[in-house]
């Protein structure tokens, strides 16, 4: 009590304001630079020739809408058909999902369990069931039920798997970017994490990609060795995180692309991110301090990298507290400022000008249809919308219940090619 009476209020306040303020542009200038690597495209070496076998394994709930499109837009895929098989896990399903897939030529397994629901529990049991069958595989890639495929998919992860990779993330693209003001900012964010932190991450050649959710390959090897375990509402940054524990990287493959059906209404959007916002908050608390601990031990800027992606969430939180004490007249003269000391007003008001260039930049750079620059006007809304949803995903950050996204947008592949070519004409 002697030591704080003794304080004044401005000392007191820049207890908690300084080390705001540091960690606010440490991490500005840290994903600044970062995004810079992906504004160009490094040259790569591919190996053509087909090695590796494939289980490619579909988790769907409830998908007889869009499970047939995916199982035929898979068998067309142009890689060796003897090298590949096409699982599909219908896990809990009280539709038709099982029968579509197994009538389109999938190998159809099904799962009853209402106690262990989601994802991540369906993979883990369609694991355990693969390592068990006589025929094994190199690699396991794993699709969403809603997605579709671009053909040289298998070829691209077969050059990575070859190029001596165990864990390969691909480029996640839209299917139906223009259906709604909300898939157009929600394809928009895709693109723009696409490229600018996914394909800078991996150009950097020091620092580990993270797993989407979908287009993901898994080497066999290094499931078998750590199991899966990733159960989370996040199980794919779950994993990453696991994996790169261990010191696996996992690698970007950008010329490998999926198309992703993205949310048709503002309220999915809104759940389905807060879903992710809550495995988000979950994995910090459990990986956040280990990989820290881990990047000190190995002096590798990797897990320091994986740390900050882990630290999000909580940025959200000290950038919007920052701001709305900002807001609050009088509090401003209570505390050092230290951005003028880092740089002039000038400098910072450039540089959140060219964080308004920079999604301009990353869908000009591959090449997204003109149509789709529209969704840019309504961007910013998009992105601020986060703010509720990160602090609604850390106070609900130990519900586990999940919830699944419901898919409609029933298209074949030669569909979505045909838009792209129509759009970029």
Known sequence: MDLLSGLSIKQLFDVIMIPVQIIIIFLTFYYFVLSIFG??????VKIVTPEKSFAVVVAAHNEEAVIG??????KMLEYPKELFDIFVVAD???????????????IVHR?????????????????????????????????????????NFLFEMNSKLCQGHKIVQCYLDSKNPMDTWVT???????WVTNRLLQLARYNTGRLSNVLGGTGMCISTDVLKEFGWGATSLTEDLEFSMKALSHGIKTTWA????????????????????????QGQVDVAGRYFFPLIIKGIRERKIMYFDAAIH?????????????????????????????????????????????????????????????????????????????????????????????????????IN??????????STS
């Open 111 to 151: 799962r009853f369990n209402t106690e262990k629901r989601g994802k991540g529990y369906a993979l883990e049991w369609m694991f355990y069931r693969l390592f068990k069958m006589e025929r094994q595989y190199d690699a396991i890639v794993i699709f969403d039920a809603d997605n579709l495929v671009k053909e």
């Open 310 to 410: 882990l630290f999000q969430p909580a940025l959200v939180m000290i950038a919007t507290f920052f701001m709305m004490t900002n807001l609050i007249s009088g509090l401003q003269s209570n505390y050092s400022n230290i951005f003028t000391l880092v740089m002039p007003w000038t400098g910072w008001q450039i540089l959140s000008s060219i964080q308004y260039i920079y999604p301009v930049a990353a869908l000009a750079l591959d090449r997204i249809p003109w149509k789709a620059y529209i969704g840019l006007i309504l961007y910013p809304l998009f992105i601020y919308s986060w703010i509720p949803i990160v602090f609604l995903g850390f106070v609900h950050r130990k519900d586990k219940q999940w919830s699944h996204t419901k898919h409609t947008r029933s």
């Open 39 to 44: 504004l160009y495209r490094k040259r790569e």
């Open 184 to 190: 157009n900012t929600f394809s928009i964010a895709f």
């Open 413 to 422: 592949i030669e569909d979505v090619v045909k838009q792209k070519k129509v």
């Open 254 to 277: 950008h010329d490998a692309v999926v198309y992703d059906e993205k949310p048709l209404t503002f309220m999915q959007s809104w759940y389905q991110r807060k879903r992710w916002a």
């Open 92 to 106: 809990n399903c009280t539709d038709k999902t099982a029968l579509i897939a197994r009538d389109a030529g999938a």
């Open 69 to 74: 499109p995916l199982v035929e837009n898979l």
